[in-house]
């Protein structure tokens, strides 16, 4: 079987550049994919490098519960972590520091949720049909999106819908829902949609994309404080590489790619300086450095035409890979 063909009805994104960037340092290394999802890029891996062992991490217990089943064949090569990445990458990586975990080879980030959440969680993340509106990956987050829609003071609705949504109509929105829930709670995806079109301008309201698309995934990201979990995981993700470990992303969002870009720039070292701490005149073993990054991606990989075409939800992607130098073996 080739190991770039989807199954389960699942296309996942830029396989092949992941493929092409994540080479395994070691035949026998760890992989962590810090988002499983479905499984689609690690059982790719998993199939190409039969010496690689892998933690898969996904917050969703139903989403783990397929990958499980579709990772099956590949037996205790595979461990599954059932948490947010960045609790599960902070933890991690106090244990490689204190000698108790293994460091990983590669690690991967496929940010966001997948069309399992859209098409059938029944979780309210879906503009389809009419569903509780909670878009929790796990029901460990502390409140849905109902929670927010309802308690959250009007200004701070606006800045969520304006800043994670980039919603030109976030003002309006915001008011709307300030105004109707006085009326009664919003508890529903068909009703806050319904708010939502009757606020926009009718050029809008029949637009290409409906009207609540932004709103929407403003709150899912709100909900899941997925940016603050990008920032916290993928930092100390880096952390935990082995020398020459490479780090692939990829994001969705301009906010999450511009998370990557800066932390790895906070990081980026030239590849001889790793050798040399500056002011030093002996070298000093890699290894013994500060963890630093040699960025492998000046510029962020995007999908080829053809990758958009087949699978129109990878159009915004946007792939950075960085590789770890320095920081510990
Ligand atoms: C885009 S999908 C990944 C798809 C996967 N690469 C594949 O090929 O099947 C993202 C997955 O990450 C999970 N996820 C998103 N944010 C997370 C976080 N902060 N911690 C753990 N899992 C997360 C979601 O539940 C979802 O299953």
């Known amino acids: 079987m ?17 493929l092409e960037y994540l080479v395994p340092p070691k035949p026998d290394c760890l992989m962590i994919d810090g988002t499983l999802g479905l499984a689609g890029h690690s059982s790719a891996f998993l199939s190409r490098y039969p010496g690689l062992r892998l933690i898969g991490v996904d917050a969703d217990t139903e989403v783990q519960a397929i990958a499980r089943a579709r990772l099956e064949p590949y037996g205790v090569r595979v461990r599954f972590e059932n948490r947010y990445f960045d609790d599960f990458f902070i933890e991690y990586a106090a244990q490689v520091q204190a000698g108790t975990a293994e460091r990983p080879g590669l690690v991967l980030f496929d940010f966001g949720v997948s069309m399992f959440h859209f098409r059938e969680s029944g979780r309210g993340f879906s503009l389809q049909g009419d569903e509780a509106l909670d878009m929790r990956l796990s029901p460990n987050a502390p409140r ?18 304006s800043t994670y949504g980039e919603e030109p109509f976030a003002y309006k929105i915001s008011q709307a829902i300030a105004r109707e829930r006085r009326a009664a709670r919003i508890d529903s995806t068909a ?6 079109k009757g606020t926009v301008p009718s050029k809008v309201r029949y637009g290409r994309i409906h009207p609540a698309t932004r709103t929407f995934q403003a709150l899912r990201i709100a ?37 990557v ?11 001889e300086r790793a050798y040399f701490k500056e002011e030093q005149e002996a070298p000093i073993p890699l290894g013994e450095a500060e963890r630093g990054l040699v960025v492998l991606t000046k510029r962020p990989v995007e999908p080829a035409d053809d990758e958009v075409a087949a699978n129109p939800a990878s159009r915004s992607a946007k792939f950075r890979v960085a590789k770890a130098v320095g920081g510990g073996q």
């Not at 080739?2 to 992941?18: E, N, R, Y």
């Not at 009007?154 to 800045?159: A, D, K």
């Not at 009703?191 to 939502?196: E, S």
């Open 261 to 271: 870009k800066l932390l790895f720039r906070s990081k980026a070292v030239k590849r």
């Open 223 to 259: 909900v899941n404080d997925e940016l603050g979990r990008i920032e916290r995981g993928l930092a100390a993700a880096v952390e935990c590489l082995a020398e020459g470990g490479i780090v692939g992303c990829i994001s969705f969002h301009s906010l999450e790619d511009r998370i």
């Open 144 to 161: 849905t999106a109902a929670d927010l829609v309802n308690e959250l003071d009007e200004r701070e609705l606006f800045r969520i819908i």
């Open 191 to 196: 009703r806050l949609a319904d708010i939502i």
């Open 2 to 18: 080739s190991d770039t063909k989807p199954t389960f009805g699942h296309v996942p994104v830029m396989l092949a550049d992941t």
